[in-house]
C-alpha cells in the first residue's frame, strides 16, 4: 500500500514504485474509473491497448490464419501488390 497526499491544488503526486509498475513516464495520462464504489486508475496506453488486444482476439483465426508466420506471408503479398512487384 501507497499513500499520496492531496495538494492545494487538487493534484497527487504517485509515488515512485506505483509509477513504476504501471510503466508510467512523464506527460503520460491515466484512466481513472470506479467500480462497486471503488476507485482505480491504469496507464490509458496500456488500458487502450489491453482493449485492442481484446476486440482483436481470434480474429486471425476467422481469417484462417493459424500461426504467425502465416499472417507474416498474406503481409508479404500485399505489400507486394501495393508495391506493384
Known amino acids: 500500500m501507497e499513500?499520496?497526499?492531496i495538494s492545494s491544488k487538487g493534484q497527487v503526486t504517485i509515488p515512485v514504485s506505483v509509477r513504476k509498475?504501471?510503466?508510467?513516464?512523464?506527460?503520460?495520462?491515466?484512466v481513472i474509473f470506479e467500480e462497486n464504489g471503488r476507485f482505480y486508475f491504469e496507464n490509458s496506453a496500456m488500458l487502450a491497448l489491453k482493449r485492442a488486444e481484446e476486440a482483436f482476439a481470434g480474429e486471425a483465426a476467422k481469417a484462417g490464419f493459424e500461426t504467425e508466420e502465416d499472417?507474416?506471408?498474406?503481409?508479404?503479398?500485399?505489400?507486394?501488390e501495393i508495391r506493384g512487384y
Open 3 to 5: 499513500i499520496a497526499k
Open 21 to 30: 509498475k504501471l510503466k508510467l513516464k512523464t506527460g503520460d495520462k491515466i
Open 71 to 80: 499472417m507474416q506471408d498474406y503481409m508479404r503479398e500485399i505489400r507486394k
